[in-house]
């Protein structure tokens, strides 16, 4: 199975994620911000970085990049698509996640190895996982304060459409401790924390992170 | 030539932390008469005549690119 990992001026995940597919299983393949082509790929990573020097907004000019116009119409057509960080907010921009990240609360860059609780199994992205289990992944961000409206925020609760949550500690203010959310039909997830750099014990905090990529390879293997 | 200015403010719901930031550091350097602070974005578009299709225009790319609707308000006003 192919994932295209998008390459955009300031990615700076883009060759992890690569690896992180590879090391699940599936072939990594490396797509270019400035084309209109998806090189047939089944599924489509949106890595993180600071995409255009994350001016504007983080992820508002990103949104616009002339491969987002494939990758927007593909997502609507129910390929899976993974946001990490900088392509979580990339989403949220799109319209392809509703809400927005802002500034973490407390104004600095947070770096750590986070806890995430599991809140949806039944995506493309964590079929791997099981409702209620607890995984550690690192996080690294300034701008991941998830908000949304008061409507927006019960209504992904309602639909289960809150996918990971934050344990113990909520590293950037994130409106009730959300740190990634799917899209209606499951197909495409987005969060803050980083599950490619938790894919080997060599160089993270284990391979907790590993779950995500083997989830969307099984997705289509058995679609 | 006109010059049309957009302001980009963050909701007034929505948390502020570099307002706050700026706020906060007022006390340390004697100033108390402001009670808070919000921070914004100014753009100033150049344009060849302030009509009423270029405004349009400057509607729709402020309500797109320049601004999130989801976080944030903007005003469009043509600079005399």
Known sequence: MKVGVVTFPGSLD???????????????VALWHGDHDLKGVDAVILPGGFSYGDYLRAG?????????????????????????????????????????????????????DQTLKVESSSTAWTSDLSVGDEIVIPLKNGEGGFVADEDTLDRLEGEGQVVFRYVDFNPNGSLRDIAGITNECGNVVGLMPHPEHAVEDLTGPGTDGLALFTSALATLTSA | MARVIVDVMPKPEILDPQGKAVHGALPRLGYHAVTDVRQGKRFELEVEVADEATLAEVHALAGTLLSNPVIEDYSVRVDQ
């Open chain 1, 14 to 28: 883009d060759v992890d994620a690569q690896r992180a597919v590879r090391i699940a299983g599936g072939e990594p």
């Open chain 1, 60 to 112: 508002a000019i990103a949104r616009f990049a002339p491969v987002m116009t494939e990758v927007i119409a593909a997502a609507q057509g129910g390929m899976p698509v993974l946001g990490i960080c900088n392509g979580f907010q990339i989403l949220c921009e799109s319209h392809l996640l509703p809400g927005a990240l802002i500034r973490n609360d407390h104004r600095t860059f947070i770096c750590r």
